[in-house]
């Protein structure tokens, strides 16, 4: 049995010695396995004698369909059989069978039969003449469905035409983009990393693949004999969410890259703030209650606010700036940080005074609802200030 390798879905490009891997991803299909894999070497043993293997992906089935395929491999030495636990999904399971395959062709089928074994000889055929990827498609000439209902046409189609809508230079380019049989060129996936979500990996595959030249293999859709399908509505929703997730791809990590890091930041410096209200205010009381100390109030704040301060100076220095902070090591840089983090404070001290004047006398605010408008704006000023002048990024620091 092959161990599951863990990590990105990642497709290695390694010295193929095989010319074709098939992958057959099943779940609680043990009563087709037997019979997939038996047609499948029939004719797999005629056009690519010793040259394919067959690799079974199974979910853990707990019809034990592993166990089924584990007993036919002592008959079919070009059958391996992949019991994943702890990972589930038809995407991720043609995948992690593609990460173990050894050939240079990859392919997918269905584990129950309703995909036509015979069309694999023509959709090598394809690949032999020069296509990097072949799809097996109810939508040319020869292809079709047995007999689904008006419903189940409608929904197939009217997922279709969701993602010509949403992306059209992907789904566009192949007449069934829904299609789970197709083979391709390991070197078009080869590095790339994909990202699986639910059932249609050949989307996958059209969006962040290297494809080229495609070519289209009519079959007509199956009933099932036996067994029953595992798509459900949720399979729709991530569909949906697959369509969405390519369409941005790139885009979406720009814009992450650009405000992601800021954003974290902007958090833990917020975070470090409250911490600071706190160590504040538990000072003031330690200092100026007549049950405690009992010192002045103003004395008492000024050492309750510099404790605050140096309270928050450290923690940005450690964490929220941590990673700017250790690429100006040394004990007068920090220094000269904490003097700069005091400055940056006085100033934000100075500009809520004025922002409360402005929102409680000018016009008339509620004053502790002025007081929190304050407070978020000082925070996001001293932490704008903070990045800009203080823990940036130096010449030094970006050319090591
Ligand atoms: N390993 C694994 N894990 N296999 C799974 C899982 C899973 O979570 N879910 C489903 N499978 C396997 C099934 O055992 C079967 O072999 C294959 O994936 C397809 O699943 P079905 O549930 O039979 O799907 P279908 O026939 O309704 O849907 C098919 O629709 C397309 C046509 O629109 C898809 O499977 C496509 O491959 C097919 O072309
Ligand atoms: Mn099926």
Request: proline share 4%; net charge positive.
């Amino acid at each position: 049995m092959i161990d599951t390798p863990l990590g990105i879905l990642q497709v290695g490009d390694c010295e193929p010695t095989l010319w074709f891997s098939l992958v057959v991803p099943t779940y609680n299909e043990s009563k087709n396995v037997t019979r997939l894999v038996e047609v499948l070497t029939g004719i797999l043993d005629r056009v690519l004698p010793q040259q394919y293997e067959l690799i079974v992906v199974d979910d853990d089935s707990p019809d034990r369909t592993w166990a089924v395929a584990e007993s036919l491999s002592a008959c079919y030495p070009q059958l391996r059989v992949m019991r994943r636990q702890g990972e589930r999904g038809l995407s991720s399971a043609v995948i992690r069978g593609w990460q173990v395959a050894r050939g240079q062709i990859l392919g997918v089928i269905d584990g129950d039969l309703q995909h036509p074994p015979e069309t694999l000889v023509e959709l090598l055929q394809a690949i032999a003449e020069g296509a990097d990827l072949c799809v097996a498609s109810r939508h040319v000439e020869g292809g079709g469905v047995s007999d689904w209902g008006v419903v189940r046409r409608f929904l197939s189609r009217g997922a279709q035409v969701l993602g010509l809508i949403i992306l059209p230079r992907v789904v566009g380019r192949v007449s069934d983009p829904m299609s789970g049989y197709f083979l391709l060129r390991r070197s078009a996936i080869a590095g790339a990393v994909l990202h699986p979500l639910g059932y249609k990996i050949l989307i996958e595959v059209l969006g962040r693949g290297q494809i080229e030249r495609i070519a289209e293999v009519g079959y007509v859709f199956q009933e099932r004999q036996a067994g029953e399908s595992k798509v459900t509505w949720k399979q729709y929703v991530s569909y949906l969410g697959h369509l969405v997730r390519l369409r941005s791809r790139g885009r979406l990590g720009r814009i992450r890259e650009r405000w992601q890091v800021p954003l974290t930041r902007l958090l833990r410096f917020g975070i470090v703030g409250l911490s600071g209200v706190v160590v504040d205010m538990l000072l003031l009381y330690v200092l100026s209650d007549p049950s405690m100390l009992g010192l002045g109030v103003t004395r008492s704040k000024v050492i309750a606010a510099e404790v605050a301060i140096i309270n928050n100076f450290v923690w940005n220095d450690l964490w929220t700036f941590g990673d700017r902070a250790r690429s100006q090591p040394g004990a007068n840089a920090r220094l000269k940080r904490f003097l700069k983090f005091n400055l940056v404070c006085l100033a934000g001290l100075l500009l809520s005074v004025v922002i409360i004047y402005l929102l409680f006398d000018r016009l008339g605010m509620n004053r502790y609802l002025a007081n929190l408008v304050a407070i978020a704006i000082v925070t996001i000023w001293n932490f704008g200030i903070n990045l800009q002048l203080n823990w940036r990024v130096t010449a030094v620091g970006k050319k090591p």
